[in-house]
């Protein structure tokens, strides 16, 4: 962004280059031209819903109800601020709130906001586990919308969630020949290919990542690629250098690569490499740090056991590592569970289900655990377990979500209600619920 561009930037150019940046999903200068529009026009209806609409298309879904508060506030249409609402309400799992007029917005303007909704269609039905309309609306939305590389990528994580990786992968290499800078699906690709210790070809994937300006994301990717060759100095040099940047920096480049920043990667990443460096002292620090933000880390509650028996600290050591041994042994019953589903994938299993996603939940992603207690709620609505758990799982994203207190409560509500039936039916099999 050139010094004259700002200068000469009016609300008007304002406006149209950031929508047009939202529109080729180049959501990295659409933020630096929101940042602008802040600074000369920050009560600009337009810009405010272009501000509400990035921070949904780049998962920060939080914040997205005020910004379009505000709108409305300083002049925003109605209407244009209801469609903001149906897409966030979409993209968070409740589709069954807006679906049809979501639907009769296709109908009327197929080509005003089409891929906006079959991308808040996806996100939400992949939320609520309804995979088969997931995958009907990416067919039609890349049939309809063939050059643009969003519908691949989000195929590709359905495709990673049901371990299809080879098939993911050339998912993401049909979106990064359709925008070779589509971030999302660099990062992703380049995951993968490191789990498949492919490091040469991740490492390629993430050169480009010199030509975006915040990319601590991928830059963190690459220092796992160095990790996995051995160049354990070069990594910590680059660690030290991305831990140097803001909290912001670094919560948006995760999340201009859709993959919200979850616990504290970077230190974990300097943990390992002092631990590989045999600097205990030194990855006690940061890994004290990666489990005080996220507990579930087994990874790294196993190398603070491993680095505490360096350091004599026997007491800490086995703790630790009972508790990951434990962990694990519990998380062995998952792929038996996958497996059992798959050998009948048009049945309910709704026990099966259920059971995976409080496995994650108790010892692993609570992500993941909402992927499948919302995949059990969608075989078999009234399992009053499902709606238990999902309650629970909302409750501990109340701090940081606005709706987090309302899911739990309407997930407690349906499990006593469904709690009740049973006992009901169980007293008087004759009973039929009102």
């Not at 910004?67 to 609402?85: F, T």
């Not at 906006?116 to 939400?124: A, F, K, L, P, R």
């Not at 969608?378 to 709706?403: G, K, M």
């Amino acid at each position: 962004m050139t010094i004259a561009l700002t200068v000469l930037a009016t609300p008007a150019a304002l406006t149209a280059w950031t929508a047009e940046c939202l529109n080729r999903r180049d959501y990295e200068s659409a933020a630096r031209w929101l940042s602008v529009a802040d600074l000369l026009v920050p009560t600009s209806p337009a810009i405010l819903l272009h501000h509400a609409r990035l921070e949904r298309k780049t998962l920060n879904l939080a914040v997205v109800p005020q910004l379009l508060q505000q709108a409305l506030q300083h002049g925003a249409s109605p209407e244009a601020v209801r469609r903001e609402y149906m897409l966030l309400e979409a993209q968070s799992g409740q589709l069954d709130q807006v679906a049809s007029e979501l639907s009769l917005l296709l109908r009327q303007e197929p080509q005003s906001d089409a891929a906006e909704i079959c991308e808040s269609w996806v996100n939400g039905a992949l939320i609520q586990g309804r995979i088969e309309i997931a995958r009907h609306v990416l067919q039609v939305w890349q049939e309809q919308f063939p050059d643009d590389p969003q519908p691949h990528y989000q195929t590709a994580r359905l495709l990673e969630y049901e371990q299809q990786t080879d098939a993911a992968v050339h998912a993401l290499e049909q979106a990064l020949s359709r925008n070779s800078q589509h971030w999302p699906s660099r990062y992703c690709l380049a995951r993968i290919l490191m789990d498949r210790q492919r490091t040469s070809e991740a490492m390629s994937v993430l050169v480009p990542a010199e030509k975006m300006r915040c990319n601590t994301a991928l830059l963190w990717q690459r220092t796992q690629c160095l990790q996995q060759e051995g160049k354990l100095e070069s990594a910590r040099t680059l660690l030290t250098q991305l831990l140097e940047r803001s909290s912001a920096d670094v919560d948006l480049s995760f999340r201009l690569v859709l993959e919200p920043r979850h616990g504290r990667p970077l230190e974990f990443a300097l943990g390992k490499v002092e631990a590989g460096l045999g600097n205990h002292t030194q990855a006690l620090h940061w890994l004290n740090i990666v489990l005080a933000a996220d507990s579930h880390n087994l990874d790294a509650r196993y190398l603070r056991g491993t680095t505490c028996q360096a350091l004599n600290q026997i007491e800490q050591a086995t703790l630790d590592l009972t508790t990951v041994s434990q962990a694990r042994a519990a998380l062995l019953e998952v792929d038996a569970l996958v497996d059992a589903i798959r050998t009948a994938p048009k049945l309910p299993h709704a026990e099966k289900r259920c059971r995976i996603g409080e496995l994650f939940l108790r010892y692993d992603d609570p992500r993941k655990a909402e992927f499948w207690l919302r995949e059990t709620l969608n075989h078999t609505p009234n399992f009053a377990p499902a709606h238990r758990l999902l309650a629970e799982y909302y409750l501990l994203l109340a701090d940081d979500d606005p709706l987090g207190l309302s899911r739990a409560a309407e997930h407690s509500r349906l499990a006593d209600e469904f709690e009740l039936q049973t006992k009901l039916r169980n007293a008087d099999p004759e009973h039929t619920p009102l």
